[in-house]
């Protein structure tokens, strides 16, 4: 049974970059064909994807946050990091970490973390 499990702090204030990290049980992020996705969902709104880092270690971005988005891994811990840089109150929202094997939607979700940009 595969877990994530995000962490990471639930107040981030103006300017700053957001850091979130998913660590994964179960399952090794480098095993083919899945790919690791962190999602968000602002409050009042639906599911955003945010970008993947795939089991080959490379990551791909939504073109809407891809100036301002990082994600990489550290394989000797299996996990996958997030970092959004110079947030606005707009990126308040609860953060997933999930896995996607292929092309097919996410099949193993964390429980999802609040972050709120405030100062």
């Known amino acids: 049974q595969v877990q994530l499990q995000e962490s990471g702090p639930g107040l981030v204030k103006p300017s700053q970059t957001l850091s979130l990290t998913c660590t994964v049980s179960?399952?090794?992020?480098?095993?083919?064909?899945?790919?690791w996705s962190w999602i968000r969902q602002p409050p009042g709104k639906g599911l955003e994807w945010i970008g993947y880092i795939a089991y080959s270690g490379n990551p791909y971005y939504s073109p809407s946050l891809k100036s301002r988005t990082s994600i990489s891994r550290d394989t000797s811990k299996n996990q996958f990091t997030l970092q959004l840089s110079s947030v606005t109150p707009e990126d308040t929202a609860v953060y997933y970490c999930?896995?996607?094997?292929?092309?097919?939607?996410?099949?193993?979700w964390g429980q999802g973390t609040q972050v709120t940009v405030s100062s």
């Open positions: 179960g399952g090794s992020i480098t095993t083919s064909f899945y790919y």
């Open positions: 999930a896995r996607a094997a292929g092309a097919t939607p996410a099949d193993y």
